[in-house]
C-alpha cells in the first residue's frame, strides 16, 4: 500500500498541492482521474521521487517502475524492441505474446507504430517485477486494439497482487478498465471502487465545466 500524508508541491507560485494525503490500495488497477493541470503527472513524479515534496510518501520499501507519456527514441544509437526487453529479462516470451509483439521484436523502436513502441516500454516496465507500477497517460497515441491488449498485461500483474496506477484521461473506458478510481484536481474530491464512486456528482466536481 501507498501512503501519503500532507503532501505539498509547488512549482515557483503555482501550488500543485497543499497538505494532501491518500492512500492507495494494493493489488488494484487505479486510475488517477482529473483534468489537465490537475496534478495527476505530478503525484506519478512524487510517488516515484522525481521531484522534491514536503510530507510523507511511504512505499514500504515496495520496488517501483514507470512508464512515461510519449517518450523519445534517439534514432542515432537504434535499439531493438528484443534489445530492450533482454536488456532487462531474456525471459519475455509470455509478455510478448500477451502484447502481440512477437512480429516486431527485430524493429527498431524508431520504426514500429507509437502503439507497438508503447507496448514495447509497457513490456519492459513488467520485466522489472516491480511492487508498484506507475504509468503516466499511456495510451496517448495508442490504437484501440493496442490498449485492450495493454489493459490485459496490467490485469496480470494486479492478479500478482501488485499495485498499478494509471493516469487516464477516457472517461468512457474507466468501468471497463479499473476497478478503484481516484478523482482528483489539486486536491482529492473522491476515491474508492469504481461501481461507488463513477457518477455524475463526482465528475462534475472534478472536471466542472469543462465535463
Known amino acids: 500500500m501507498i501512503k501519503i500524508n ?3 508541491i509547488k512549482y515557483d507560485s503555482n501550488v500543485v498541492f497543499d497538505n494532501l494525503s491518500i492512500s492507495f490500495p494494493q493489488g488494484a488497477l487505479i486510475g488517477l482521474i482529473g483534468p489537465n493541470g490537475a496534478g495527476k503527472s505530478t503525484l506519478i513524479k512524487a510517488i516515484d521521487r522525481e521531484i522534491p515534496f514536503s510530507g510523507t510518501i511511504d512505499i514500504n520499501g515496495a520496488r517501483i ?5 510519449k517518450p523519445t527514441f534517439n534514432p542515432v544509437f537504434p535499439m531493438s524492441i528484443r534489445e530492450l526487453l533482454t536488456d532487462i529479462n531474456s525471459d519475455f516470451k509470455d509478455i510478448v505474446a500477451t502484447l502481440h509483439l512477437s512480429e516486431v521484436l527485430d524493429k527498431q523502436l524508431t520504426e514500429v507504430s507509437g502503439g507497438q513502441s508503447q ?5 519492459r516496465a513488467l520485466l522489472l517485477d516491480a511492487d508498484i507500477l506507475l504509468f503516466d497517460e499511456p495510451l496517448v497515441g495508442v490504437d484501440k486494439v493496442s490498449e485492450k ?4 498485461a496490467l490485469k496480470n500483474e494486479v492478479a500478482k497482487n501488485k499495485t498499478v496506477i494509471v493516469s487516464h484521461h477516457d472517461l468512457s473506458t474507466l468501468e471497463l478498465y479499473f476497478d478503484y478510481l481516484v478523482f ?3 486536491q482529492i474530491i473522491a476515491q474508492g471502487a469504481t461501481e461507488k464512486v463513477l457518477n455524475h456528482t463526482n465528475l462534475k466536481n ?6
Open 6 to 8: 500532507d503532501l505539498s
Open 65 to 69: 517502475a514507470r512508464v512515461f507519456q
Open 119 to 123: 507496448k514495447a516500454l509497457v513490456a
Open 149 to 152: 491488449e495493454i489493459f490485459k
Open 184 to 186: 482528483l484536481n489539486h
Open 206 to 211: 472534478t472536471f466542472g465545466a469543462t465535463l
